[in-house]
């Protein structure tokens, strides 16, 4: 018997047909006066899908879909790999160590239009707010409690984005 080397502790989500997806939470550029309209759902094979739709009417350009997650200790890793299929588009990757943070830190990726490993290193991941990169430390905390992903890349598009996998390594 091959037992699989991840424990439960090692996977911040890990979506199939029978994941609970209501937690997953999508914030537009409404909240600011936009009109990007964007949404979060289970499709048949089991794979989350972010998609919609950019504006940038009434200094508007982004959406973005955030879960909420338990204290993780982020002990022993260093790499927080996700599996994605995108379509060509960039998207930001975004954690915050303490969900009442204004700051996140995060990493930026190019999709391939293909399903894809992303490795990002948890010391890459430097802090922004508000699209500012603040004067801080990358990311060194030892817990993390939401995780984001994000697209706004300065122009009106559509964009569609499967996740099946975010895991700790």
């Known amino acids: ?11 911040i989500f890990d979506f199939n047909k029978k994941a609970d997806v209501k937690d997953w939470v999508t914030v537009n550029d409404s909240v600011m006066g936009g009109e990007s309209l ?6 048949n094979n089991g794979h989350g899908v972010f998609a919609g739709d950019i504006s940038l009417e009434n200094n508007g350009g982004f959406s973005s879909v955030r879960y909420s997650l338990e204290k993780k200790s982020m002990k022993g890793f260093t790499i927080i790999k996700i599996r994605i299929k995108g379509d060509g588009k960039k998207y930001q990757f975004r954690i915050k160590a303490n969900s009442a943070d204004n700051h996140a830190y995060i990493a930026t990726f190019l999709t391939s239009g293909e399903w894809q ?30 995780v984001r992903f994000l697209i706004g890349n300065k122009k009106a598009e559509y ?4 996740v099946d996998k975010i895991e700790l390594q």
């Open 38 to 43: 964007s949404s979060f759902h289970l499709n």
């Open 117 to 146: 490993e992303i490795q990002i290193p948890l010391k890459d991941m430097y802090p922004t707010f508000r699209g500012r990169v603040l004067e801080q430390p990358n990311f060194s905390n030892e817990y993390i409690e939401e």
């Open 1 to 11: 018997m091959i037992l699989s080397s991840l424990s439960p502790a090692d996977i």
């Open 159 to 162: 964009f569609k984005l499967l």
